[in-house]
């Protein structure tokens, strides 16, 4: 995924990683975090029991092999280190988001999404419905999705 959107999607190095977003009551499952971390401002560790360790034949890769092997069972979001970036959702504070990710959760069974601006390499942030929709036509995104509903919502 992490090399799939970077080549795509953000026109960007293919080894660059993206951050998780994740349930905040699901943070320490998850990496080796114990408080929120709602701006993006807290690097962890993905947990041990999240990661993969490396075959005999991986450790002896070197450079972009090496940063091709999954490290963790959320490989788009695990740095090279075993790190990443963490953004938190709370239920009270971002509802919407948390909603998301509660929904993918229980479709998946994990609850992280990778997280990123919304741009390509060298634009401005998406700002607006019609930036959104010429970003999407500029890249090969699979979806966009907009609106007023949050998952569950009626």
Known sequence: MQSVMNLKIKFRESFRPFAPAVLEERVGEWFDLDRPSPYMLLVADVRQDRRIPLTPDQERLFGIDLLKVPRS??????????????????????????????????????????????????????????????????????????????????
């Open 73 to 154: 069972t959320i490989p788009a979001v695990t740095h090279v280190d075993h790190s990443a970036r963490i953004q938190t959702a709370d239920r009270e504070t971002n509802p919407r988001y948390h909603a998301l990710i509660a929904e993918f959760e229980r479709r998946t069974g994990c609850p992280v999404l990778v997280n990123t601006s919304f741009n390509v390499r060298g634009e401005p942030i998406v700002c607006t419905p019609e930036d959104a929709y010429r970003c999407f036509r500029r890249t090969d995104m699979d979806y966009l999705v907009a609106g007023e509903r949050a998952p569950g919502e009626a």
